[in-house]
């Protein structure tokens, strides 16, 4: 297949022949240091809205950009080659839960901009900063019924999701994104309408961006929540032509390696993205999660060391610290090497 044209983050298929690059961390555990009250999620705008908005992180670049360009800077600060936007939950199904949904591709066009700022702030000529515009999975799956006595219901449907991924993209790329990130996928028919009204955008808009497919293996079986293995979901997303395809969250890295083994194993022609979370969940420790950043940097190095990835970063439970020793940790070694060569000659 001809490889893409892109017309932003021209440069990132040459840097990962070259290199392992770095995705930033979680957004939410670095929230939470911040420990903000219903008040600073509301802002003076949406002092009187009649629904609950504290933990709507997503709102933060409208009514506490302060806090959101914050963690960006200490993410870069940590030597991240990529930092993701805000925006894991900034899509109409998620936002009406809030009674927010209008202001979702606002909060796209915000979120973009937020991080394009940062990224520019740090980048040199020597080391380019990119900005991930990131799309989350929603609260919704349109392959599974949320009622265990009608398997054939469903809360979402196909059109209502393609629809706000398109909405989504079209802030994000207004505002100023280098490549689209679809990640957490659980359900693969989710992200099938994510990968589809991405392409519409790029074809009204006449550009085409670097993206990533991420998709989360759920437990010990091996297969994301709608039931596919990771070859499975690999065979039904690779028709994108993505710049990666990874894994994220749900497990970490120790858990996750099988299965990042298994996908460098079936994708030889495309990049490789993993970034686990800091272990399983643990209420007691500072992040939620039992990982300090040597743990994670020494797992993450180790699938470096043999050959299996060409971007890392981190999940639910990282911080800037994580990052750095991560970044240390795989700077010395070689990046994944994938066979379609020209791939990344002639898109950079």
Same mark, same amino acid.
Request: hydrophobic content about 40%; glycine content about 8%.
């Given at each position: 297949?001809?490889? !893409? &044209?892109?017309?932003?983050?021209q440069?990132?298929?040459g ?5 392992i690059?770095? /995705? ?7 929230? =939470?240091?911040f ?8 802002? @003076? ?6 629904k ?23 993410y870069?600060? &940590?030597?991240?080659?990529?930092? @993701? ?18 202001l ?9 901009k /937020?991080?394009?700022?940062a990224?520019?702030?740090f980048s ?23 009622d265990?006595?009608? !398997? ?5 449907d ?5 629809? &706000?991924?398109?909405e =989504?993209? @079209?802030?994000?790329?207004?505002? *100023? ?8 996928? #659980?359900?693969t ?6 990968? #589809? ?24 079986? *091996? ?17 994108? =032509? ?6 994220? $969250? ?6 996750m390696?099988?299965?990042?083994? @298994?996908?460098?194993?079936v ?5 490789i993205? $993993?970034? !686990? ?9 500072? %992040? ?15 699938? &470096? ?7 890392? *970063?981190? $999940? $639910?439970? %990282? ?8 970044? =240390? ?9 994938v066979?379609?060569?020209?791939f ?5």
């Amino acid at each position: 297949m001809k490889p !893409p &044209a892109y017309t932003r983050g021209q440069a990132l298929p040459g840097l990962l022949a070259q290199r392992i690059l770095v /995705l930033d961390g979680a957004m939410g555990t670095m929230i =939470q240091r911040f420990r903000l009250t219903e008040a600073d999620y509301r802002g @003076e705008r949406f002092r009187d809205h009649p629904k609950d908005l504290k933990n709507n992180s997503d709102l933060l670049v409208l009514t506490r950009p302060d806090v959101v360009r914050d963690i960006h800077e200490g993410y870069l600060a &940590a030597g991240a080659d990529i930092i @993701e936007t805000n925006t894991f939950g900034a899509n109409a199904p998620a936002q009406d839960d809030y009674g927010l949904g209008h202001l979702a591709r606002e909060m796209n066009l915000a979120a973009a901009k /937020l991080a394009r700022e940062a990224a520019d702030k740090f980048s040199t000529p020597d080391k380019p900063r990119f900005v991930a515009g990131a799309l989350g999975p929603t609260p919704r799956t349109a392959s599974i019924s949320p009622d265990v006595n009608d !398997p054939g219901a469903r809360n979402v449907d196909f059109e209502t999701l393609r629809a &706000a991924y398109h909405e =989504q993209v @079209e802030g994000l790329l207004e505002g *100023g994104v280098d490549l689209i990130l679809v990640e957490t996928i #659980f359900d693969t028919l989710n992200a099938k309408a994510a990968l #589809f009204a991405i392409d519409e955008v790029f074809v009204e808009r006449g550009e085409r961006l670097p993206v990533i497919i991420s998709g989360t293996v759920t437990d010990a079986s *091996g297969r994301i929540l709608s039931g596919q293995t990771v070859t499975a979901f690999w065979y039904s997303v690779r028709h994108a =032509q993505p710049l990666a395809v990874g894994l994220n $969250c749900a497990l970490g890295a120790a858990l996750m390696r099988p299965y990042i083994q @298994e996908l460098a194993r079936v994708a030889p022609d495309t990049f490789i993205s $993993c970034y !686990p979370n800091a272990g399983l969940p643990n209420p007691m420790a500072e %992040t939620g999660f039992d990982e300090k950043p040597e743990d994670t940097s020494r797992l993450l190095r180790e699938f &470096a060391a043999d050959g299996l990835v060409n971007i890392v *970063g981190g $999940c $639910c439970g %990282t911080t800037p610290e994580h990052i750095a020793a991560i970044g =240390q940790a795989v700077h010395p070694l070689a990046a994944r090497s994938v066979q379609r060569e020209f791939f990344y000659k002639d898109a950079a």
